[in-house]
Nanobody, 122 residues
Framework: QVQLVESGGGLVQAGGSLRLSCAAS????????MGWFRQASGKEREFVSS???????TYYADSVKGRFTISRDTRNTVYLQMNSLKPEDTAVYYC????????????????WGQGTQVTVSS
């Protein structure tokens, strides 16, 4: 029913920055929360950040707090500004959206994007 379209991934040097974006399709789309997850090779998917649409409250994993910033526009797009990138940030980043409150940091979302590769060179 809903398609999430991601962009902004790429290759950067350690200490550099990237800005990811994710847009949800649908004229009647509504969501409670949108977020970002990542999965490094050989690792489990992990929570990165999420934002509540009404009010804009944000949540961050400890590993990215102070370096990453999540934000949204007024309708259907969420952004992830990633600064001071480290090699440990290398992963496929996934956008997700949920209609209901599954809890901050939860990996239970209703819709998922296709993923975009972020590679940070040391």
């Amino acid at each position: 029913q809903v398609q999430l379209v991601e962009s902004g991934g790429g290759l950067v040097q350690a200490g550099g920055s990237l800005r990811l974006s994710c847009a949800a399709s649908g004229r009647t789309f509504t969501s409670y929360r949108m977020g970002w997850f990542r999965q490094a090779s050989g690792k489990e998917r992990e929570f990165v950040s999420s934002i509540i649409w009404r009010g804009g409250r944000t949540y961050y994993a400890d590993s990215v707090k102070g370096r990453f910033t999540i934000s949204r526009d007024t309708r259907n797009t969420v952004y992830l500004q990633m600064n001071s990138l480290k090699p440990e940030d290398t992963a496929v980043y996934y956008c997700a959206a949920s209609q209901y409150d599954y809890g901050p940091g939860s990996s239970l979302y209703d819709y998922w994007g296709q993923g975009t590769q972020v590679t940070v060179s040391s």
